[in-house]
Protein backbone atom coordinates (compact mmCIF):
# COMPACT_ATOMS: atom_id res chain seq x y z
CA UNK A 1 0.00 0.00 0.00
CA UNK A 2 2.74 2.59 0.63
CA UNK A 3 4.44 1.52 -2.48
CA UNK A 4 1.24 2.74 -4.36
CA UNK A 5 0.93 5.89 -2.60
CA UNK A 6 4.23 6.68 -2.85
CA UNK A 7 4.01 5.76 -6.92
CA UNK A 8 1.07 8.14 -7.36
CA UNK A 9 2.87 10.81 -5.64
CA UNK A 10 5.82 10.67 -7.57
CA UNK A 11 3.48 10.29 -10.83
CA UNK A 12 1.37 13.64 -9.72
CA UNK A 13 5.20 15.45 -8.80
CA UNK A 14 6.38 14.57 -12.35
CA UNK A 15 3.05 15.69 -14.15
CA UNK A 16 2.99 18.58 -11.63
CA UNK A 17 6.32 19.82 -12.64
CA UNK A 18 5.88 19.21 -17.00
CA UNK A 19 3.11 21.38 -17.22
CA UNK A 20 4.75 24.53 -17.94
CA UNK A 21 3.51 27.13 -20.55
CA UNK A 22 5.11 27.00 -23.99
CA UNK A 23 7.76 28.73 -25.39
CA UNK A 24 6.27 31.42 -28.47
CA UNK A 25 9.13 32.50 -30.76
CA UNK A 26 8.86 35.32 -32.90
CA UNK A 27 10.99 37.21 -35.53
CA UNK A 28 10.81 40.90 -37.22
CA UNK A 29 9.56 41.01 -40.68
CA UNK A 30 10.36 42.99 -43.63
CA UNK A 31 7.77 45.27 -45.11
CA UNK A 32 5.24 42.73 -47.46
CA UNK A 33 6.13 44.63 -51.39
CA UNK A 34 7.14 43.21 -54.65
CA UNK A 35 10.54 42.08 -54.61
CA UNK A 36 12.91 43.20 -57.75
CA UNK A 37 16.60 42.47 -58.76
CA UNK A 38 18.49 45.97 -58.71
CA UNK A 39 20.11 46.38 -62.12
CA UNK A 40 23.47 44.71 -62.94
CA UNK A 41 26.48 47.06 -61.48
CA UNK A 42 23.93 48.92 -59.34
CA UNK A 43 25.14 51.11 -56.55
CA UNK A 44 25.68 48.99 -52.86
CA UNK A 45 24.84 50.24 -49.75
CA UNK A 46 26.62 48.31 -46.86
CA UNK A 47 24.26 48.36 -43.86
CA UNK A 48 25.76 47.72 -40.46
CA UNK A 49 27.10 47.03 -38.30
CA UNK A 50 24.13 48.49 -36.14
CA UNK A 51 25.20 47.62 -32.41
CA UNK A 52 22.74 46.81 -29.55
CA UNK A 53 22.91 47.75 -26.34
CA UNK A 54 23.98 44.06 -24.11
CA UNK A 55 20.63 43.83 -22.36
CA UNK A 56 18.85 43.42 -25.93
CA UNK A 57 21.47 40.89 -26.85
CA UNK A 58 19.65 37.84 -25.34
CA UNK A 59 16.92 35.71 -26.64
CA UNK A 60 14.05 36.89 -24.56
CA UNK A 61 11.87 39.65 -25.81
CA UNK A 62 12.89 42.97 -23.29
CA UNK A 63 10.08 44.84 -21.90
CA UNK A 64 10.47 48.36 -19.82
CA UNK A 65 9.05 48.91 -17.18
CA UNK A 66 9.58 52.25 -15.77
CA UNK A 67 12.78 53.55 -13.22
CA UNK A 68 15.41 51.68 -15.46
CA UNK A 69 13.46 48.21 -14.65
CA UNK A 70 13.41 45.58 -17.50
CA UNK A 71 11.60 42.61 -18.09
CA UNK A 72 12.99 39.08 -19.77
CA UNK A 73 10.02 37.26 -21.09
CA UNK A 74 10.93 33.66 -20.60
CA UNK A 75 7.79 32.52 -22.68
CA UNK A 76 8.42 34.82 -25.76
CA UNK A 77 11.59 34.77 -27.49
CA UNK A 78 13.45 35.89 -30.66
CA UNK A 79 13.66 33.18 -33.18
CA UNK A 80 17.19 34.35 -34.24
CA UNK A 81 19.12 36.86 -32.36
CA UNK A 82 18.38 40.35 -32.43
CA UNK A 83 21.38 41.79 -33.57
CA UNK A 84 20.87 39.51 -36.93
CA UNK A 85 17.37 40.12 -37.30
CA UNK A 86 17.68 43.73 -37.24
CA UNK A 87 20.21 44.74 -39.76
CA UNK A 88 18.64 42.22 -41.75
CA UNK A 89 15.08 43.50 -42.12
CA UNK A 90 16.50 47.02 -42.33
CA UNK A 91 18.80 46.09 -45.27
CA UNK A 92 15.47 44.25 -47.08
CA UNK A 93 13.64 46.86 -46.70
CA UNK A 94 15.75 49.33 -47.88
CA UNK A 95 16.63 47.17 -50.56
CA UNK A 96 12.84 46.64 -51.47
CA UNK A 97 12.06 50.40 -51.10
CA UNK A 98 15.15 51.92 -53.59
CA UNK A 99 15.29 49.75 -56.50
CA UNK A 100 17.86 50.69 -57.99
CA UNK A 101 20.33 50.16 -54.89
CA UNK A 102 21.59 46.87 -54.05
CA UNK A 103 21.66 46.72 -50.02
CA UNK A 104 24.07 43.98 -48.15
CA UNK A 105 23.87 43.76 -43.96
CA UNK A 106 26.39 43.40 -42.20
CA UNK A 107 28.73 41.36 -41.99
CA UNK A 108 29.74 41.07 -45.78
CA UNK A 109 32.35 39.64 -47.20
CA UNK A 110 35.90 41.30 -46.92
CA UNK A 111 36.02 41.66 -50.73
CA UNK A 112 33.15 43.98 -50.87
CA UNK A 113 33.56 47.35 -51.79
CA UNK A 114 30.79 49.22 -50.83
CA UNK A 115 29.88 52.39 -52.52
CA UNK A 116 27.56 54.05 -49.48
CA UNK A 117 27.66 52.38 -45.68
CA UNK A 118 25.43 52.82 -42.88
CA UNK A 119 27.22 52.83 -39.80
CA UNK A 120 24.70 52.47 -36.35
CA UNK A 121 24.10 52.43 -32.96
CA UNK A 122 20.63 51.12 -31.43
CA UNK A 123 20.03 53.14 -27.95
CA UNK A 124 16.72 51.41 -27.37
CA UNK A 125 14.56 49.09 -28.62
CA UNK A 126 11.24 47.81 -26.53
CA UNK A 127 7.96 48.33 -25.65
CA UNK A 128 7.22 49.69 -21.97
CA UNK A 129 4.51 49.01 -20.11
CA UNK A 130 1.85 50.24 -21.72
CA UNK A 131 2.63 48.71 -25.05
CA UNK A 132 4.42 51.78 -26.76
CA UNK A 133 7.48 50.48 -28.57
CA UNK A 134 10.17 53.27 -29.36
CA UNK A 135 13.53 52.77 -31.51
CA UNK A 136 16.41 54.99 -31.07
CA UNK A 137 18.92 55.57 -33.48
CA UNK A 138 22.14 57.14 -34.07
CA UNK A 139 23.38 56.70 -37.36
CA UNK A 140 24.97 58.24 -40.14
CA UNK A 141 26.46 57.07 -43.92
CA UNK A 142 29.93 57.27 -44.92
CA UNK A 143 30.78 57.30 -48.91
CA UNK A 144 33.60 54.97 -50.05
CA UNK A 145 36.28 56.83 -49.38
CA UNK A 146 34.90 56.46 -45.73
CA UNK A 147 33.92 60.16 -45.88
CA UNK A 148 30.15 61.15 -43.83
CA UNK A 149 28.11 62.27 -46.64
CA UNK A 150 24.90 62.12 -43.95
CA UNK A 151 26.13 63.25 -40.82
CA UNK A 152 25.63 61.16 -38.10
CA UNK A 153 22.58 61.87 -36.33
CA UNK A 154 20.06 60.39 -33.38
CA UNK A 155 16.17 59.07 -34.49
CA UNK A 156 13.57 57.97 -32.34
CA UNK A 157 10.27 55.94 -34.04
CA UNK A 158 7.57 54.97 -32.06
CA UNK A 159 4.69 52.39 -32.92
CA UNK A 160 1.96 51.32 -30.41
CA UNK A 161 1.07 47.77 -29.89
CA UNK A 162 -2.72 47.37 -30.54
CA UNK A 163 -2.80 44.84 -27.08
CA UNK A 164 -0.31 44.17 -24.67
CA UNK A 165 0.82 41.14 -25.54
CA UNK A 166 3.83 39.72 -27.28
CA UNK A 167 2.80 39.41 -30.97
CA UNK A 168 1.21 42.74 -30.79
CA UNK A 169 4.49 43.89 -29.22
CA UNK A 170 6.55 42.33 -32.19
CA UNK A 171 4.07 44.22 -34.75
CA UNK A 172 4.41 47.57 -33.28
CA UNK A 173 8.57 46.80 -33.40
CA UNK A 174 7.90 45.90 -37.11
CA UNK A 175 6.36 49.29 -37.32
CA UNK A 176 8.98 50.89 -36.05
CA UNK A 177 12.07 49.14 -38.09
CA UNK A 178 9.34 50.38 -41.20
CA UNK A 179 9.75 53.79 -40.52
CA UNK A 180 13.61 53.60 -39.50
CA UNK A 181 13.95 51.54 -43.05
CA UNK A 182 12.10 54.46 -44.77
CA UNK A 183 13.63 57.19 -43.54
CA UNK A 184 16.98 55.63 -44.71
CA UNK A 185 15.73 54.61 -47.90
CA UNK A 186 14.48 58.49 -48.56
CA UNK A 187 18.21 59.86 -47.15
CA UNK A 188 20.35 57.83 -49.34
CA UNK A 189 18.09 58.40 -52.07
CA UNK A 190 18.43 62.29 -51.59
CA UNK A 191 22.31 61.93 -51.13
CA UNK A 192 22.40 60.02 -54.02
CA UNK A 193 20.46 62.49 -56.18
CA UNK A 194 22.76 65.69 -54.82
CA UNK A 195 25.20 66.88 -57.57
Do not use: H
Not at 13 to 20: A, K, N
Not at 40 to 49: A, D, M, N, T, Y
Amino acid sequence: MLKKITLILTVLLVVGCGSSPPVDFYTLEPIRGTVSSAPEGSEILGLGPLNLPAYLQRPQLVTQSGGGAVRLDEFNRWAEPLEVALPRVVATNVDQLVGDLTVIPFPWDSRLRADYRLLGRVNAFGADADGLVVLEVQWGIQDRDQKLILQPRRDRYQAQASARDAAAIVAAMNAAVEQFSRDIASRISAVRQAP
